[in-house]
């Protein structure tokens, strides 16, 4: 009885807060985008075309992209850096962010998702197997190392936020 009552009149615990990202390659984005003046600070900004932290995929399960921006599609960033933290923890992470790009396209669908998967410190035997199922799941795998992998992501993302000019009357 004791342990219904306290069920029942006790107040429910708090949802535990999701912790943002704040690995390197994060910050890097999010310093880049907020220098472009494509960064948005609340979920709604996405409206706008400006990149958005922590963009809600499934809330209901703690899932939320690094990093969204919609301009029709639906351009999901997810970064994953091998270069800091235990080999263990980095497949897990890898694994983590495979599952919100599944969950996102089960929530969008193909037609109106681009996903991109930003990595770094892949050269390692054993960050393959986790880079191998990122871009499985991504339709865009991006090494930072690679300048043409960055500039590339760079350019779709900034073409990506841009918003549709108006026509000119005096054309």
Known sequence: MDDLE??????????????????????????????????????????????????????DTGLFA???????????????????GSNSEKKREAQAKTLLLVQALEKVGRQDLQRYVVVSGVTDAWAQ????LLSRHSDLLVVRESADDW?????????????????????
């Open 6 to 59: 306290h069920r029942l009149v006790s107040a429910p615990a708090k949802r535990r807060a999701i912790k943002e990202s704040t690995n390197r390659l994060n910050t890097e984005l999010k310093t880049l985008f907020r220098q472009d003046g494509i960064l948005g600070r609340a979920p709604d900004d996405i409206s706008n075309h400006l990149v958005v932290p922590n963009f809600p995929i499934d809330p």
């Open 66 to 84: 690094e990093f969204a921006l919609r301009n029709g599609r639906l351009h999901v960033t997810e970064t994953v850096d091998f270069r800091v």
């Open 129 to 132: 197997p986790s880079v191998t």
């Open 151 to 171: 500039s590339s992501y760079l350019d779709r993302i900034k073409k990506a936020a841009a918003r549709p000019q108006a026509p000119s009357v005096f054309a």
